[in-house]
Each structure stands twice: as structure tokens, then as C-alpha cells.
């Protein structure tokens, strides 16, 4: 099984919609969760990190469910600019020796 | 805003030849890291490097890699005899390191062709 699985897409969505993406991982021992943004042939940047509680960042919005292993990621108002390859990631620890899981990412087009 | 910098942006070597990618991370940050993403793969953990010595290690981490932080600055990851199949875009992060605070900081990867 993988690590963290997400859906590759392409998800092709009309500018102003709504966008949502699912991740689950397959470690039950992870303890911490994030979303990055990896445009085309760049580096990942981070998103938002993901908390139990659920936590919103503007028009983005990210939910964890540890009981499923499932994490998602709500997009609102989607923006050209929004085009990018979206990645699920998961740590074991909260400390800082582990590195990051990736998933292969979802790829999200927005379109005019 | 601080940032993560890598060197060369892209580096051609021929196979069996040693090179070595350079990283300056970010100068407060505690932890850093060598991640990997092979075209159009996922993005892979190698190393995390702590207090001069390597912290976390995955299985792609073999012998034919090091690590090393030879001044206060720098970061680098050393590949001793090159094969075809690593070929690859090799990202260097950098991260507090506090508990609470891991957020990691890609620099904007180092892309290395193997022929």
C-alpha cells in the first residue's frame, strides 16, 4: 500500500468554482499533515499545514480525519492563478529529525 | 524573507563521475534536508542532517551518498559515482526545528542530468 495516495487528476475546473481534494495515508503513527503547492518544475511550497480541528486559510480550507487517515483540502473561488500541482503530506513526528512523506500529487487546472 | 539557495540550478555529469549539489539553507534553521523527485515522480525524503550529523536516513540514502556541512553556511550533498538513474531534481530544506514549528523550506532544486 502507499504511503500517501492522492487522485493524479487532472482536475479541470471553471475559474469560481469550488475545488476538492482527498489524501489518505497509510501510517497510523503520523502526527503531523500539510498540504504544499508545487508549481511546474519548481519547488514545493507550503500551503497550509493541517490541523485535527480542521483549519481554514482564506479560500482554503483543510480537514483531517485521523480515524479514516484521510485528509482533504477545500479550494472556494478558484483562481487562474490556483494552477498548480497540490501534495499530501504527512510526517511521523512533530520534531524535526523526520523528513516528509509526499504523495504524487494532484494536478489542478483552472481554466477560464 | 529568507530563503533556502542551491547550487548550480542544473549540473550534466557523465556516469561514474562524482558530483556534488550545494545548499546554503536558511542561517537560523536548525535542521536540513535532501529530498529528491525523479520526472514526473513523487517527491522523495533522503537525508534530515542535525547538530552535524545525519539525523534520518531513507533506503535511497546508500553508500554512494554523504552529507556533509563544512562551513556555517553551507550544505552539501556528495554522490560518489553516478548512475543514470539518478538523474533527478534534488531539493535542499531547511527547517526551525522546534517542536510545533517543522515547517520545511524547499530552495529551488538543483536539476542533475546523468549521461
Known amino acids: 500500500r502507499k504511503e500517501v495516495e492522492q487522485d493524479p487528476g487532472p482536475f479541470n475546473v471553471p475559474e469560481g468554482a469550488t475545488v476538492a481534494f482527498n489524501c489518505t495515508y497509510s501510517n497510523s503513527a503520523s502526527q503531523s499533515f500539510f498540504w504544499y503547492r508545487q508549481d511546474c518544475r519548481k519547488e514545493p511550497k507550503l500551503l497550509m499545514s493541517?490541523?485535527?480541528s480542521g483549519n481554514e486559510d482564506g479560500r482554503f480550507t483543510a480537514q483531517l480525519n485521523r480515524a479514516s487517515q484521510y485528509i482533504s483540502l477545500l479550494i472556494r473561488d478558484s483562481k487562474l492563478s490556483d494552477s498548480a500541482t497540490y501534495l499530501c503530506?504527512?510526517?511521523?513526528?512533530?520534531?524535526?529529525?523526520?523528513?516528509?512523506?509526499f504523495g504524487k500529487g494532484t494536478h489542478l487546472i483552472i481554466q477560464p | 524573507e529568507p530563503e533556502v539557495t542551491q547550487t548550480p540550478s542544473h549540473q550534466v555529469t557523465q556516469m561514474g563521475q562524482e558530483v556534488i549539489l550545494r545548499c546554503v539553507p536558511i542561517?537560523?534553521?536548525?535542521?536540513f534536508y535532501w529530498y529528491r523527485q525523479i520526472l514526473g515522480q513523487k517527491v522523495e525524503f533522503l537525508v534530515s542532517f542535525y547538530n552535524n550529523e545525519i539525523s534520518e536516513k531513507s533506503e535511497i540514502f546508500d553508500d554512494q551518498f554523504s552529507v556533509e556541512r563544512p562551513d556555517g553556511s553551507n550544505f552539501t550533498l556528495k554522490i560518489r559515482s553516478t548512475k543514470l538513474e539518478d538523474s533527478a531534481m534534488y531539493f535542499c530544506?531547511?527547517?526551525?526545528?522546534?517542536?510545533?514549528?517543522?515547517?520545511?523550506?524547499f530552495g529551488q532544486g538543483t536539476r542533475l542530468t546523468v549521461v
Open positions: 503530506v504527512v510526517k511521523r513526528s512533530g520534531g524535526g529529525a523526520d523528513g516528509l512523506t
Open positions: 530544506a531547511s527547517s526551525p526545528g522546534d517542536r510545533g514549528n517543522t515547517e520545511a523550506f
Open positions: 542561517s537560523n534553521h536548525l535542521y
Open positions: 493541517v490541523y485535527s
